[in-house]
């Protein structure tokens, strides 16, 4: 399975990002997919998660209200609509299976915010 991360830019605070990420492959062993970000001098973490074969979806706290993840299955691509982004939200963010054993990350996207 190969991950592409796309959408990342420079915003100002208070701008909308939409990233997706296309995933490429078998995706039969799918069953959480998820958005990740790094920011320099942290760990990864992750964002928000969406089950690949139905709507639930949970998304962390420091960014509940303002992101929103969604999947479309037919395209194989997971999205993450990005809203009110604050200068925290600046990191590169991945999506990789939300499980123990993760797929081979890719490159990411970076996500700027500045004031």
């Known amino acids: 399975v190969q991950l592409q991360a796309s959408g990342g830019g420079l915003v100002q605070a208070g701008d909308s990002l939409r990233l997706s990420c296309v995933v490429s492959?078998?995706?039969?062993?799918?069953?959480?997919m998820g958005w990740f970000r790094q920011a320099v001098g942290k760990e990864r973490e992750i964002v928000a998660a969406i089950k690949w074969r139905n709507d639930n979806t949970n998304v962390e706290d420091s960014v509940k209200g303002r992101f929103t993840i969604s999947r479309d299955n037919g395209k194989k691509t997971v999205n993450l609509q990005m809203d009110t982004l604050k200068l925290e939200d600046t990191a590169v963010y991945y999506c990789?299976?939300?499980?123990?054993?993760?797929?081979?990350w890719g490159q990411g996207t970076q996500v700027t915010v500045s004031s």
């Open positions: 990789n299976r939300n499980s123990v054993v993760k797929f081979l």
């Open positions: 492959g078998e995706t039969s062993n799918i069953y959480t």
